[in-house]
């Protein structure tokens, strides 16, 4: 079945404790991103990657790093977290990163940080 | 710079109703693509359509309809005789070339519309 898989789906952590989300797609897709989904700002791109090795940021990068090592794997990283960064987190993937390409969502990971 | 403006924050319907989900966008290309996504209660984000900025067809499918209007820059999404699992909150999202990494997409989503359709 073709999907985005996200883990872990549910995280309560603690301010400053390094943690890290990962996504994986089994659809051999190029472009990936991170979103977040606040309430009343809908979903935000915090980074996005073109292809292996090529990522940018997102409208809302600061505080999160990502990396692709390998096509299938993008995963998001929280050096030191912080409360602000509380948020419903989805990754998301098309075959290309064209325009007229809709997203394929994981199934999102929400995220406590205490 | 591309927006999209979702005014409905909430919605309730009696179930069977028609309901419509406004969406307006503001885009300075010419070329561009329009899209919505369903977030039921269970979380996740589903595809339900996407337009291009040359096709102003309205578009049926089922109970769901969409009618693109470039003149007053709206894709507005209606669900004719609703059902409760219709009950989600609803996207609107404009997609374009981004102007700095090569043509790789650009996509606003709107605030979302959450939609309660009462049995």
């Known amino acids: 079945e073709a999907q985005v898989t996200q883990n872990p789906r549910y995280l309560i952590t603690v301010t400053g404790k390094k943690l890290t989300v990962t996504c994986s797609q089994n659809?051999?897709?190029?472009?990936m991103s991170w979103y977040r989904q606040d309430p009343g700002l809908g979903l935000r791109q915090i980074y996005y990657?073109?292809?292996?090795?090529?990522?940018d940021k997102g409208d809302v990068p600061e505080g999160y790093k990502v990396s692709r090592k390998e096509k299938r794997n993008f995963p998001l990283i929280l050096e030191s977290p912080s409360p602000n960064q509380t948020s419903l987190y989805f990754c998301?993937?098309?075959?290309?990163?064209?325009?007229?390409?809709?997203?394929?969502f994981g199934d999102g990971t929400r995220l406590s940080i205490l | 710079a591309q927006k999209v403006t979702q005014a409905q924050t909430e919605i309730s319907v009696v179930e069977k109703e028609d309901v419509t989900l406004d969406c307006v966008y503001e885009t300075r290309d010419t070329t561009y693509y329009l899209f919505w996504y369903k977030q039921p209660p269970s979380g996740e984000l589903v595809f339900l359509i996407r337009?291009?900025?040359?096709?102003?067809q309205n578009e049926i499918s089922g109970r769901y309809s969409w009618n693109f209007q470039k003149s007053t820059s709206s894709f507005n999404f209606t669900i004719t005789a609703s059902q409760v699992v219709d009950s989600a909150v609803y996207f609107c999202a404009l997609s374009e070339p981004h102007d700095f990494s090569g043509g790789y997409q650009k996509v606003t989503f709107g605030t979302g519309t959450k939609l309660q359709v009462i049995p």
């Open positions: 659809m051999n897709h190029e472009y």
């Open positions: 990657s073109m292809n292996v090795e090529v990522t």
């Open positions: 337009r291009n900025s040359f096709d102003e």
């Open positions: 998301a993937s098309n075959p290309s990163g064209q325009s007229n390409q809709p997203q394929h």
